[in-house]
């Protein structure tokens, strides 16, 4: 009977194992996971938390799906060990991009600042983890046609500029013609008098289109008067206008001026943008072999 029962304990056992092997693998990673936070080991953390973009980004191996298989049991500590990759990321990033500035406005959220200059932008976020910019995606536009303008001797809102100081123009045109709008309706309020002195029975359409005309032109000269009226107070908002857009041009002039002094152009700036991960990691790597070599 013994034997006989061998092989329902055998199946048994069978769950058993595997359930205590993922539960051991489960261990095995937070154990790993807390050495390396422990050790101040940075690279090995970031295998940890992503193995798959890890492996393909460095190592050029194909993805496979298992490595990232006990990440899920740390989402809910993400803020927290964000906050402790910080430290050395953005030391690293202050030498990379002088320009940038960096605050910690959650536990482990970044925001990015363009520079300590006045009125600075806020132009993203760091995001700590992945190690990757997030750009406002207006902001970092403003920049790139910044770039794209200075070709053609443009800053990026000359042509709004322009724009309103040609509308500025025209209402001080209107100021100025102030006078001879005074003049034009006092030779308009005449014929419109004699016009209704006239009265013919044969001519009566022609007398009374001459007199819609005038009064048309009295309108016209009217709302003329309404806008030069108006138009100290619409000037004042243009020149309140021009002065932000031009403020901003500066900020826009100086990012352009910090970009092209730590990477000499736009593209250079991409580019490294989109090595970062890798340049990181390989510099952990390097510092890596260097503390082994040392021991």
């Known amino acids: 009977m013994e034997k006989q029962n061998q092989p329902d304990l055998e199946n048994q056992d069978q769950p058993t194992r595997v359930l205590t092997d993922r539960l051991q693998q489960k261990l095995d990673y937070v154990t790993t996971l807390r050495q390396a936070i422990t050790a101040g080991d940075d690279r090995l953390i970031y295998e940890l938390i992503d193995g798959d973009h890890y492996h393909q980004a460095l190592l050029n191996e194909e993805p496979d799906s298992t490595r990232n298989a006990q990440v899920d049991l740390i989402t809910d500590v993400h803020p927290a060990i964000s906050h402790y990759l910080s430290t050395k990321l953005i ?46 995606s207006d902001e970092f536009n403003k920049l790139q046609q910044t770039f794209a303008l200075a070709a053609t001797h443009k800053r990026f809102n000359t042509d709004q500029i322009q724009k ?64 030069a009226n108006n138009a100290h107070a619409a000037m004042k908002d243009n020149e309140a206008k021009i002065l932000t857009l031009s403020k901003e041009d500066t900020i826009l002039a100086y990012e352009k001026q910090a970009i092209e002094n730590a990477f000499k152009s736009f593209e250079n700036f991409n580019e490294r943008n989109r090595s970062l991960y890798v340049d990181y990691l390989t510099t952990l790597i390097g510092k890596a072999q260097v503390a082994d070599d040392e021991q």
């Open 164 to 227: 309103i100081s040609a509308a500025s123009d025209q209402l001080q045109k209107l100021i100025d013609a102030q006078s001879d709008r005074d003049d034009q309706k006092d030779t308009l309020r005449k014929q419109l008098k004699e016009n209704g002195q006239r009265n013919s029975l044969f001519d009566s359409g022609r007398i009374k289109e001459e007199r819609q005309q005038i009064i048309d032109q009295l309108t016209k000269l009217a709302d003329q008067d309404e806008q």
């Open 91 to 136: 030391d690293y990033l202050a030498r990379e991009y002088p320009f940038f500035y960096y605050e910690e406005t959650h536990l482990g959220e970044f925001q990015i600042y363009f520079g300590n200059w006045w009125d600075r932008r806020r132009f993203g976020k760091l995001n700590v983890l992945k190690v990757a910019f997030e750009f406002d």
